[in-house]
Nanobody, 124 residues
Framework: QVQLVESGGGLVQAGASLRLSCSAS????????MGWFRHAPGKEREFVAA????????NYADSVKGRFTISRDNAKNTLYLQMNSLKPEDTAVYYCAARTSWILITRAGDYDYWGQGTQVTVSS
């Protein structure tokens, strides 16, 4: 089992940058394929980005491609989401998720473990 704790959210203006972190404890972090999702009020939970256990492959939602970068540091048991050129429509609670796997996982239902979320608010 793994415990996930997100941090780094906040209130920023459009065009600004934020870096979210997801700290993992428990089983070996490098065993997990990881992902970021977000949930905005009145909308369904949305896939943002995913990364394989080695960091060798990544995948992004079209809405964030070119602006967001997912990465991981297995030595620090930490997942990151660098968010640049933020837009008001990026406002949401952001969650990290984990599953023991070798492959990229983009469906929320395929993840086993979730963090509690961190709020990102982008003002116009």
């Amino acid at each position: 089992q793994v415990q996930l704790v997100e941090s780094g959210g906040g209130l920023v203006q459009a065009g600004a940058s934020l870096r979210l972190s997801c700290s993992a404890s428990g089983r070996t972090f490098s065993s997990y394929s990881m992902g970021w999702f977000r949930h905005a009020p009145g909308k369904e939970r949305e896939f943002v980005a995913a990364i394989t256990r080695t960091g060798g492959s990544t995948n992004y939602a079209d809405s964030v491609k070119g602006r967001f970068t997912i990465s991981r540091d297995n030595a620090k048991n930490t997942l990151y989401l660098q968010m640049n050129s933020l837009k008001p429509e990026d406002t949401a609670v952001y969650y990290c998720a984990a599953r023991t796997s070798w492959i990229l996982i983009t469906r929320a239902g395929d993840y086993d473990y979730w963090g509690q979320g961190t709020q990102v608010t982008v003002s116009s």
